[in-house]
């Protein structure tokens, strides 16, 4: 399988972005592929297209399978397994953000419920706790409301993301109209 020299750009950039969102450069490059790629792909093919080991792409995809980003799929008088990135970019981000809320976000908070439930020995400990309820308090909040957002329909997703910081304006509009209404209930 050769790639286009404008899709290896993209697998290689992939790769290289790989390390810093927590995945190693190989399975970086194995999902830009297969989300680039017209067809599923079976593992000969990626080992090929990227000048990988076998074995490689197969922890690779196993790695990509553990976050749920690759689906597994068999042809029709095909033993061999294929593998397909979402098509949905929606889906992909709605997934990764779950996959790493459930491996980084929820152990934090669990570790910091359990630090603030703890008896303080001293007044640093006291300190300490305040700082972690803190931190906790925001990690929570931001949790509470990145699954009210999962949960929106991709387009009203992209509205609210287009909104950017325009939606404080509209939150200003909101408080002068209870401003307003309540002054004409008051009667004045």
């Known amino acids: 399988m050769n790639l286009s020299e404008l899709s290896r750009e993209f697998v290689l950039h992939f790769g290289e972005m790989g390390s810093r969102w927590g995945i190693n450069r190989t399975v970086g490059q194995i999902y830009a ?9 079976n593992a000969d093919e990626i080992a090929e297209a990227l000048a990988f080991s076998r074995s490689n792409v197969s922890m690779g995809l196993k790695e990509l399978e553990s976050w749920r980003l690759v689906r597994l799929q068999h042809l029709p008088n095909d033993r061999r397994e294929y593998f397909s990135a979402p098509e949905d970019v929606w889906a992909i981000f709605r997934t990764l953000a779950e996959e790493r809320r459930k491996r ?15 008896t303080p020995a001293n007044e ?7 700082r972690m309820k803190e931190m906790h308090d925001l990690i929570e909040l931001a949790t509470m409301w990145f699954n009210d957002v ?7 997703l992209k509205q609210l993301m287009k909104l ?18 309540g002054a004409k209930a008051q009667g004045r």
């Open 33 to 41: 592929l297969l989300y680039v790629a017209e067809r599923p792909l």
């Open 104 to 118: 980084e976000i929820d152990p934090t908070l669990s570790m910091l419920r359990g630090a603030i439930m703890a």
């Open 124 to 130: 640093a400990d006291r300190f300490a706790q305040k």
């Open 150 to 156: 999962q949960r929106l329909e991709p387009e009203t």
């Open 164 to 181: 950017g910081a325009r939606v404080q304006k509209l939150l200003e509009m909101k408080d002068k109209l209870k401003v307003v209404t």
